[in-house]
């Protein structure tokens, strides 16, 4: 399973404690007026697909700036719209023993429309 990934940024210090390894997903129905990621709202741009092993293998090259407090934090866009792509991605982080953060509005938490689209 692939991710439609928007961005990586590999040393965030405000997206969860710690250092964070910091993905972005593409796509949100939300349209928020002060939104920080307008650039992520839009699904069908996307051009980098991700598999959920090589997204950690890309951040764990970052671990050892971790330390104990820090991890992966998934972003976007709004994440819960490639739900089952994350809870794969978390379990597999979970695995390796991956501390894991979400930023999300939490408005899609459901598969029924018209959230999850």
């Not at 939300?30 to 741009?45: A, I, L």
């Not at 709004?78 to 939490?106: H, P, V």
Request: proline share 3%; charged share 25%; aromatic share 12%.
């Amino acid at each position: 399973m692939q991710g439609a990934i928007h961005s990586l940024e590999s040393f965030g210090s405000v997206d969860g404690p710690g250092i964070r390894y910091i993905i972005f997903l593409y796509g949100c129905n939300m349209r928020c007026k002060y939104c920080h990621n307008v650039d992520t709202w839009d699904r069908s741009r996307c051009t980098q697909f991700m598999e959920p092993d090589e997204l950690l293998d890309k951040a764990e090259r970052y671990r050892s700036y971790w330390r104990q407090d820090g991890g992966i934090t998934v972003s976007g866009g709004e994440a819960l719209l490639q739900m089952d792509f994350l809870l794969e991605l978390f379990k597999k982080a979970k695995e390796r023993g991956i501390n894991t953060c979400l930023d999300t509005s939490a408005q899609p938490f459901t598969r029924e429309q018209p959230f999850f689209g």
